[in-house]
């Protein structure tokens, strides 16, 4: 089994509840949506590169796709590791390779969670799961409908259990659409253990601190609703 990767290393969680928790970072390479804010490129990489000493910024270069067996070869050189994020890109168009990893650690998914029926493929190797809610200001009408059914879909796929612990992350800029967010947490507030508003980073269009602090206030009539930024940015980190 095999996939392209862009990158594998070392480094501590920037976003969420497990902000400074040590993992490991395979981001595959590809995705199905075009977020105008991502931070990460949408080409797919010829080559994966890979850090063997956290934190120094030396990369050793090898050619995609990378096998299943390679990859938790290269996870297993790292200690004290608390979980494997996967992330992307969007490591849901892999899930079969997911499927294939034999790592020793948990894995922790960072997804779009647009793909429900890759979401059910992978829900029993997966130990945590960082959703995102995608409000594409782009989609209306059905296509915006599809969108919303497939996200409540996957949350449902990989909803919170003894075995499996799920939280949600929303991207806010200046022009969020408030009601469509209320609505959809709404919706996912029972298969999540937290919501967290992630305001958007190096954009023009940054959402005020008053309007995360309203949308919090509102959120927390449902669900423990936090607001926690891209803290790896400010470490100057991988
Ligand atoms: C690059 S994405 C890859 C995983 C998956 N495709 C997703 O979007 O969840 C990883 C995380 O970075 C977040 N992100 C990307 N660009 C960002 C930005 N400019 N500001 C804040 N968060 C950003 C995404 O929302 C997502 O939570
Ligand atoms: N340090 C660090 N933390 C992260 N949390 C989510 C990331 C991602 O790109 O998925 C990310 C990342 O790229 N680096
Ligand atoms: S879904 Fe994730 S990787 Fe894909 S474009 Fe959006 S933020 Fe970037
Ligand atoms: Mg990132």
Redesign the pocket.
Known sequence: MQAPISEIFCSVQG?GPYVGTRQVFVRFSG?NLSCS????PQEIASQCRFEPEPGTSVFEYMSNPLTAEKVDLLISGFNNIHSVSL????PLLYSDFIKHMQTSYPLYL???MTLPDAARNIRDNVAYVSG?IKLIDKMAGSELEHHLDSTIRCFRQLRSTSERICFS?I?ISGDTDMQLLFSVVDSISDYVSCVVL?P????PNSADVRVLLDIQDRLLDTVDTRIIP?THKMLGCL
């Open positions: 976003e995705c804010y991502c931070d990460t992330t992307g890109g969007e960072e997804s779009n995102d992350k991207v992630q958007v980073t190096n954009s891209q």
